[in-house]
Structure formats: structure tokens, C-alpha cells
């Protein structure tokens, strides 16, 4: 079975972030980025999932907005339901399931957080760059675009 980062792990640890980067995509970049990071704070730092999300996880690609996601696997069920989100006095939108690296990404260090602070509650920041710069991304350069990604993929979580 292929690897779900499309073995941008792999790349990482054969050949280092820097040259990984210069082996893949351009759109496939932030994907090195983000697993050198991962790999790198194994060593050193806490990192904590719920174990049946471990043992099924979440789509790969998009669903429909009004698809509930089923995983069914090793004697566990994950069942993801799409949320809504209403702004201001409008008609609540419906947001579809999470889905792909960056909302793994972001679901595991909002389950990192709240066991790290014992808190259901997790403090994201004042902005969008203090809480990428909390899950240890940078702001700048090529991950522009990443704040309106990440954004995107937040309301999902």
C-alpha cells in the first residue's frame, strides 16, 4: 500500500529536508516541510492522538460538504460529521469533514495541546501567524499561502 504523504517521509529521512524539497513538486513542498518538522520534534517533544484515530484516520481527499466520514477498523468506529458555522444573524454553512495532511496536522496538535494542558479548551493564539507559529510553521516565504490553507482547513477540525 502506498504511503498517505506520497513517501515524502521517506525522502526526508533518506536525503534531509533541503534536498527533499528540491525532489518533489512545488506544490508538494510544505508536505516536506511539514513531516521534517514532525520527525524532528519526535525526539524531543510530547505528541499525542487518540488512539482510534490512529488506528483509522481521516479521508484523503474532500467529500461532499453534507458527507459524514465512517471508518471502521480494528474493533473501533470513527464516525466525522460535517459542522456548521454561523456568522453573524445569517443561515448557518455547512462545512464538510476534514480531510488530508494539514487537518491530520491540525488535529493532532489540538489533541496534543489539550493533554498537554489537561484542558478541553485550546488556546490557538491572538492570530493566524502566533498559531502557526505555535505548531512550529513559519509565517513567511513560501508557506504564504499557508495561512489561508490552514485556515481553511481549521473550520473543518
Do not use: N
Amino acid at each position: 500500500m502506498a504511503e498517505a504523504d506520497g513517501g515524502v517521509r521517506q525522502l526526508v529521512l533518506l536525503h534531509g529536508r533541503d534536498q527533499a524539497r528540491s525532489m518533489v513538486e512545488p506544490e508538494k513542498r510544505l508536505l516536506v516541510d511539514i513531516a521534517a518538522e514532525v520527525m524532528g520534534d519526535e525526539a524531543g517533544k510530547i505528541g499525542i492522538t487518540y488512539t482510534g484515530f490512529c488506528l483509522t484516520g481521516l479521508p484523503h481527499r474532500r467529500l461532499p460538504d453534507d458527507q459524514p466520514w465512517e471508518k471502521r477498523g480494528h474493533q473501533v468506529v470513527l464516525m466525522v460529521e460535517p459542522g456548521r458555522l454561523r456568522r453573524g444573524l445569517g443561515t448557518a454553512k455547512l462545512y464538510g469533514v476534514p480531510y488530508g495532511a494539514r487537518a491530520r496536522m491540525i488535529l493532532l496538535y489540538l489533541q496534543t495541546e489539550a493533554v498537554r494542558t489537561g484542558s478541553r479548551e485550546v488556546e490557538l493564539g491572538r492570530s493566524m501567524r502566533d498559531w502557526l507559529g505555535r505548531m512550529g510553521l513559519s509565517w513567511g516565504g513560501e508557506t504564504g499561502p499557508l495561512a489561508a490553507s490552514v485556515r481553511k482547513f481549521a473550520v473543518r477540525a
